[in-house]
C-alpha cells in the first residue's frame, strides 16, 4: 500500500462494472497523466481471464502492474515506456467464473460466468446476423469503455495452449482475407509476443483463423516461418474482432500456457519467461503514424477517415473527438488519403520509419480545406460500421461504480499478497 501510494502521479484505479455475484471489475491506468487521455500519447491495454478458468494472465497482469510501479524512474525503459503511453490493465474480466473454477490443469469449470456464459462469444459480430442476442454485464462494460478510450493496441491473455492468433476470428466462412501487406504487421505483434518461448525450448503457433495461417516453429536454436493456407475453428462473438472492427483496436488473443491452472510453484518462472514478452509488446502501441486532422482554421476535425491505399477495412478508421489519428505500420512508404464530408480530399505518400525505439510513432497532420463544390467528397461509413447497441440481459442492472482510490489500492494489495510473487 505504501508504495503504491507513492505513485499517485502514475496510477489511478477505477472498476468498470459490478458483476453479477457482486465482484468488480477492476481496470488500472499507469501514466503520466492516467486520469485522461491527452493527444499525442496512445492508448493501449491488457486484459486476462476472461475465461474464469484460465488464470496464468490474471497473475502475469498483477505482477506486471508491480513492476511497472516499481520500476519507474528507476527502469529507464519503464519509465520512457510510462512517460509516453497510457496503460489500462484489467487484471481479471471474469473474476465470477474465477472463483468458481478447480485447480486442474486443463478441465476444471470456471470458464464462463456467472450465468454460465462464454464471454469470448458473447460481442457483437460483424459477420453475424444474430446481433440481437443478450449481452452479458461483463461483455456490456468492455463495449462501453471502448466507447470511453480510443485505444490503439490490446492483447487478451488466455490459457490452455502456446498460440497468438489475430483478427479475424470470424471472417464469413473464409471469404474475407487480410491483405498480405497489413496482415504483415498484424503478424510481427503477435511474433513479438511469443519471443518468451525461445527460452522454454519448444514450439508454439500464429493462428488467423480462417484464412491463412502462419505457424511458428521456435526452439533456441532455429526459427523457421512457413506460410499454409488452411482452414481453422470460426469463433464467433469473439472479442478481438470487436475490437478491431469497431473499437479501431487492434487486438490479438495470446495463449500462454498450455496449463489453464498452472500450479502455484510454476507462477515465478512463468513470469520471468513472459516479462520481455509483454513489456515489448506494449511498446509496439509507438509503431506507425499518428497525429490530427484538422481544418484551415487549425480545428480538429472529429470522423474524418484517414485510410491507407491498398489497404480495405471493414470500417474506415477515423479520427476521434479530438481529431485524431493511430494507424500501426511497419516500416516503409504509405499513401494515406484523408476525407471528411464538406472538405476536400487530401491524398500524401510518407515515409514511416520505425517508432517503439523512440518510444513515438511518426506525428503528421493533415490539414483539410472547405470543398466549394455541391457535391462534396467525404466518407461514407458502412451500416456495418455502426456499433450493435446494448441489449442486456435481465440480470444486467447495475450501474457502473467508481470506488475510492484506497479501496482500489486495498483490494490490489490483496491480490497480490494472495499470489505470493515478489
Known amino acids: 500500500y505504501l508504495h503504491l501510494r507513492s505513485f499517485w502521479n502514475v496510477l489511478i484505479t477505477p472498476s468498470v462494472c459490478v458483476c453479477f455475484a457482486g465482484r468488480e471489475l477492476w481496470v488500472l491506468i499507469l501514466g503520466q497523466n492516467p486520469k485522461q487521455?491527452?493527444?499525442?500519447?496512445?492508448?493501449?491495454?491488457?486484459?486476462?481471464?476472461?475465461?474464469?478458468?484460465?488464470?496464468?494472465?490474471?497473475?502475469?497482469?498483477?505482477?506486471?502492474?508491480?513492476?511497472l510501479t516499481k520500476g519507474y524512474l528507476r527502469d529507464p525503459l519503464v519509465t520512457r515506456l510510462l512517460n509516453s503511453t497510457r496503460i489500462h490493465i484489467l487484471p481479471s474480466m471474469n473474476p465470477d467464473g474465477?472463483?468458481?473454477?478447480?485447480?486442474?490443469?486443463?478441465?476444471?469449470?470456471?470458464?464462463?460466468?456467472?450465468?454460465?456464459?462464454?464471454?469470448?462469444?458473447?460481442?457483437?459480430?460483424?459477420?453475424?446476423?444474430?446481433?440481437?442476442?443478450?449481452?452479458?454485464?461483463?461483455?456490456?462494460?468492455?463495449?462501453?469503455?471502448?466507447?470511453?478510450?480510443?485505444?490503439?493496441?490490446?492483447?487478451?491473455?488466455?490459457?490452455?495452449?502456446?498460440?497468438?492468433?489475430y483478427p479475424y476470428d470470424n471472417s464469413n466462412g473464409g471469404q474475407l482475407h487480410i491483405k498480405t501487406r497489413k496482415l504483415t504487421c498484424i503478424y510481427h505483434m503477435a511474433k513479438l509476443s511469443l519471443r518468451h518461448i525461445l527460452s522454454w525450448g519448444y514450439g508454439s503457433e500464429i493462428y488467423q483463423l480462417n484464412s491463412l495461417s502462419f505457424s511458428l516453429s521456435l526452439s533456441p536454436l532455429s526459427l523457421s516461418l512457413s506460410l499454409s493456407l488452411s482452414l481453422s475453428l470460426s469463433l464467433s462473438g469473439g472479442m478481438q474482432d470487436y475490437n478491431y472492427v469497431w473499437g479501431q483496436c487492434l487486438?490479438?488473443?495470446?495463449?500462454l500456457s498450455c496449463c489453464k491452472f498452472p500450479p502455484e510453484s510454476e507462477l515465478p518462472g512463468?513470469?520471468?519467461?513472459?516479462?520481455?514478452?509483454?513489456?515489448?509488446?506494449?511498446?509496439?502501441?509507438?509503431?506507425?503514424l499518428k497525429g490530427q486532422v484538422l481544418d484551415s482554421n487549425g480545428i480538429p476535425i472529429q470522423n474524418a477517415s484517414v485510410e491507407v491505399e491498398g489497404r480495405r477495412n471493414l470500417c474506415p478508421f477515423m479520427t476521434d473527438r479530438n481529431g485524431e489519428y493511430y494507424r500501426l505500420l511497419l516500416p516503409g512508404s504509405y499513401t494515406i488519403k484523408v476525407t471528411h464530408p464538406g472538405?476536400?480530399?487530401?491524398?500524401?505518400?510518407?515515409?514511416?520509419?520505425?517508432?517503439?525505439?523512440?518510444?513515438?510513432?511518426?506525428?503528421?497532420?493533415?490539414?483539410?480545406?472547405?470543398?466549394?463544390?455541391?457535391?462534396?467528397?467525404?466518407?461514407?461509413?458502412?451500416?456495418?460500421?455502426?456499433?450493435?447497441?446494448?441489449?442486456?440481459?435481465?440480470?444486467?442492472?447495475?450501474?457502473a461504480l467508481l470506488p475510492s482510490l484506497s479501496t482500489a489500492l486495498a483490494a490490489y494489495c490483496l491480490l497480490l499478497h494472495t499470489l505470493q510473487l515478489s
Not at 512463468?270 to 502501441?285: E, F, I, S, T
Not at 518510444?359 to 456495418?384: D, E, R, Y
Open 37 to 67: 487521455h491527452r493527444t499525442g500519447i496512445p492508448e493501449f491495454k491488457y486484459v486476462g481471464n476472461m475465461h474464469g478458468n484460465e488464470v496464468l494472465g490474471r497473475v502475469l497482469l498483477l505482477q506486471l502492474i508491480d513492476y
Open 98 to 165: 474465477f472463483e468458481s473454477s478447480g485447480r486442474d490443469c486443463m478441465y476444471s469449470q470456471g470458464r464462463f460466468n456467472k450465468n454460465g456464459v462464454d464471454l469470448n462469444r458473447n460481442f457483437p459480430d460483424a459477420f453475424s446476423s444474430d446481433n440481437g442476442q443478450l449481452r452479458e454485464k461483463e461483455v456490456a462494460a468492455v463495449m462501453n469503455w471502448l466507447k470511453t478510450e480510443p485505444f490503439v493496441l490490446s492483447a487478451n491473455l488466455h490459457g490452455g495452449a502456446v498460440v497468438a492468433s
Open 251 to 255: 487486438e490479438i488473443t495470446l495463449e
Open 270 to 288: 512463468l513470469w520471468d519467461a513472459n516479462r520481455a514478452a509483454l513489456l515489448a509488446y506494449m511498446q509496439q502501441v509507438h509503431l506507425g
Open 343 to 399: 472538405h476536400e480530399s487530401v491524398t500524401e505518400t510518407i515515409s514511416v520509419p520505425y517508432g517503439p525505439d523512440r518510444f513515438s510513432a511518426l506525428t503528421h497532420n493533415f490539414q483539410l480545406q472547405k470543398s466549394s463544390s455541391q457535391s462534396t467528397p467525404g466518407t461514407t461509413v458502412q451500416p456495418t460500421c455502426t456499433p450493435p447497441g446494448l441489449n442486456l440481459s435481465n440480470n444486467n442492472n447495475s450501474a
